[in-house]
Nanobody
Framework: QVQLAESGGGLVQAGGSLRLSCATS????????MGWLRQAPGKEREFVAA????????YYADSVKGRFTISRDNAKNTMYLQMNNLKSEDTADYYC??????????????????WGQGTQVTVSS
């Protein structure tokens, strides 16, 4: 069974940076895509970024393009999200998630089948 564990959240001022990490444990041989998704209070869970695990192709939500960078270290089974120029609207719980199937779109949170517990990011203005 695959388990995901996020770390790196915290409180930061607007314009600041944070780096989130997602460590994978267990048998993750069938990973197709790993993604970061977030959920702000009172809002729907939304896609942030994703990466094709084998070839490194990346995907971003328009709201974070140019500010966030997703990356992975295959040897460490770890994924990262470097977040720069943070804005108050980035405040949310951030989740890493794993998608094993080829169906659906990486942009839709319902297509991810394994989730971490989340890490909170708060951006003060």
């Amino acid at each position: 069974q695959v388990q995901l564990a996020e770390s790196g959240g915290g409180l930061v001022q607007a314009g600041g940076s944070l780096r989130l990490s997602c460590a994978t444990s267990g048998r993750a041989a069938n990973t197709y895509v790993m993604g970061w998704l977030r959920q702000a209070p009172g809002k729907e869970r939304e896609f942030v970024a994703a990466i094709r695990w084998s070839i490194g192709t990346t995907y971003y939500a328009d709201s974070v393009k140019g500010r966030f960078t997703i990356s992975r270290d295959n040897a460490k089974n770890t994924m990262y999200l470097q977040m720069n120029n943070l804005k108050s609207e980035d405040t949310a719980d951030y989740y890493c998630a794993r998608k094993t199937g080829y169906g659906g779109t990486v942009y839709d949170h319902v297509t991810y089948d394994t989730w971490g517990q989340g890490t909170q990011v708060t951006v003060s203005s």
